[in-house]
């Protein structure tokens, strides 16, 4: 019994150091055969749980009429650099391709960016575009 305790705590020690995580892994059995609401669903669940890595590549591969929500996902992860590297222009990216497939949100996150973010330089003509 003894030497089965050992062993996790020498695993669980192990596992970190090669880089092994959930998100090494390949999307969740079924992902891709769900409606794209379910695989929102499901990729929000991981994001709640800080499986931002998970969360990421599932919002990655969502399709349809869910994608503007997935790009704008993904804009917060780089905006808050939540499992990535925090990177205001990358999440500007997302929000713009967000906002032009119809995401209402990422256009008001564009517009607030462009009026009062103290990371860029203010521009009142993008943020009246995108408000």
């Known amino acids: 019994m003894r030497f089965c305790a050992v062993w996790v ?12 995580s959930q998100a090494d892994s390949e999307l969740p059995d079924g992902f891709m055969s769900e409606k794209p609401s379910i695989q929102l669903f499901k990729a929000y669940a991981e994001f709640k749980m800080a499986n931002y890595e998970m969360a990421k590549m599932m919002w990655q591969n969502i399709q349809g009429n869910a994608r503007p929500e997935a790009l704008f996902n993904l804009g917060i992860l780089y905006d808050e650099g939540k499992g990535v590297e925090a990177s205001l222009t990358q999440a500007i990216q997302y929000y713009e391709a967000a906002a032009q ?11 607030a960016i462009y009026l009062h ?11 009246n575009h995108w408000l």
């Open 117 to 127: 973010d103290k990371r860029i330089a203010s521009d009142k003509a993008l943020a």
């Open 9 to 20: 705590i020498w695993l669980s020690l192990l596992l970190p150091s090669v880089g092994w």
């Open 101 to 111: 497939a119809g995401s209402r949100a990422a256009a008001y996150q564009l517009g």
